[in-house]
């Protein structure tokens, strides 16, 4: 409690006498009367408002969002245009830090047949939608021990998730039903689908895909994460701010987590590279 405070409230309550109390303290009493004349200006008031939007709004995405995600999403809803460094400012004095995200493990994967050259080569930019789509499978935990796989395809245009399937199994038909399920949101498009050399992405179904669909396939090299970098960086994000916060004990549960996220995601996790806005945003823009 600060010293004014309690100086004030034992004479209040207790009667103590203010000169004894200040001499206590090592206040003089002209110092405890200025606090007590003291009134916040107009940006103290404007801090500490802002201060309060702040901690509401991060403890409502259970701590995970920084503070460039924070000056985003309060400057649009509050209409301002406050500078960043005021949030990190405001987030260091309150003690406010985004979750520290879990590493992915980097797992090598076989190569089978059909194994296509690195043809994104880490060209991650696109001049419009559907052009580069980015695509691969994480595995999420749960209950006891048990496992579920997510499939996804995100669009490098603008890092919306164009397609996802969730599944017990990680097997051929997870992949082949982001594919069709893309392509069925999406029809007649010819992106360069990259993906890593996985059993799925070099099977003979695979390649039929893409005979049917047309579009054309580029895979990672191997034990080169960074090589599918957009896909890689959605499950860091996905698992930091969503999944690693909450206890999931059924399939049911991973769904619904994956379902309510992504959504937000897409409709309304704004960045700064995408100009402030979400990816569907961005992507109806274009």
Same mark, same amino acid.
């Given at each position: 409690?600060?010293?004014?405070? $309690?100086?004030?409230?034992?004479?209040?309550?207790?009667?103590?006498?203010?000169?004894?109390?200040?001499?206590?303290?090592?206040?003089?009493?002209?110092?405890?009367?200025?606090?007590?004349?003291?009134?916040?200006?107009?940006?103290?008031?404007?801090?500490?408002? @802002? $201060?309060?939007?702040?901690?509401?709004?991060?403890?409502?995405?259970?701590?995970?969002?920084?503070?460039?995600?924070?000056?985003?999403?309060?400057?649009?809803?509050?209409?301002?245009?406050?500078?960043?460094?005021?949030?990190?400012?405001?987030?260091?004095?309150?003690? @406010?830090?985004?979750?520290?995200?879990?590493?992915?493990? &980097?797992?090598?994967?076989?190569?089978?047949?059909?194994? $296509?050259? &690195?043809?994104?080569?880490?060209?991650?930019?696109?001049?419009?939608?559907?052009?580069?789509?980015?695509?691969?499978?994480?595995?999420?935990?749960?209950? &006891?021990?048990?496992?579920?796989?997510?499939?996804?395809?995100?669009?490098?245009?603008? &890092?919306?998730?164009?397609?996802?399937?969730?599944?017990?199994?990680?097997?051929?038909?997870?992949?082949?039903?982001?594919?069709?399920?893309?392509?069925?949101?999406?029809?007649?498009?010819?992106?360069?689908?990259?993906?890593?050399?996985?059993?799925?992405?070099?099977?003979?179904?695979?390649?039929?895909?893409?005979?049917?669909?047309?579009?054309?396939?580029?895979?990672?090299?191997?034990?080169?994460?960074?090589?599918?970098?957009?896909?890689?960086?959605?499950?860091?994000?996905?698992?930091?701010?969503?999944?690693? @916060?909450?206890?999931?004990?059924?399939?049911?549960?991973?769904?619904?987590?994956?379902?309510?996220?992504?959504?937000?995601?897409?409709?309304?996790?704004?960045?700064?590279?995408?100009?402030?806005?979400?990816?569907?945003?961005?992507?109806?823009? $274009?």
């Amino acid at each position: 409690m600060d010293l004014y405070q $309690a100086i004030q409230e034992l004479h209040a309550e207790k009667g103590y006498a203010l000169t004894k109390l200040c001499e206590i303290a090592g206040i003089a009493r002209s110092a405890y009367y200025k606090w007590l004349k003291w009134k916040p200006s107009h940006k103290e008031l404007e801090i500490l408002s @802002l $201060a309060k939007e702040v901690k509401l709004r991060y403890d409502k995405r259970k701590g995970v969002l920084g503070y460039r995600q924070i000056s985003i999403q309060l400057n649009r809803k509050l209409k301002k245009n406050y500078n960043k460094k005021r949030y990190y400012r405001i987030m260091r004095a309150l003690g @406010l830090k985004s979750v520290i995200r879990k590493k992915r493990p &980097n797992y090598v994967k076989v190569s089978e047949i059909h194994v $296509a050259e &690195n043809v994104m080569n880490r060209e991650f930019y696109a001049d419009s939608p559907n052009m580069k789509w980015c695509t691969d499978v994480t595995e999420l935990k749960y209950g &006891n021990g048990r496992k579920a796989y997510l499939s996804a395809i995100v669009d490098v245009y603008d &890092n919306s998730i164009v397609s996802w399937v969730l599944s017990h199994s990680n097997n051929n038909k997870l992949v082949m039903d982001t594919v069709k399920k893309a392509y069925w949101k999406n029809p007649g498009v010819t992106p360069l689908l990259h993906s890593d050399r996985g059993f799925q992405y070099t099977s003979y179904e695979y390649n039929r895909l893409k005979d049917k669909y047309g579009f054309t396939k580029s895979m990672s090299r191997v034990s080169r994460c960074l090589d599918n970098q957009p896909i890689e960086r959605f499950w860091g994000t996905f698992k930091a701010e969503s999944f690693y @916060l909450t206890k999931h004990d059924t399939y049911e549960d991973v769904l619904k987590d994956v379902r309510i996220y992504i959504r937000y995601y897409n409709n309304y996790r704004y960045t700064e590279r995408l100009n402030g806005l979400s990816p569907n945003e961005y992507r109806r823009a $274009a």
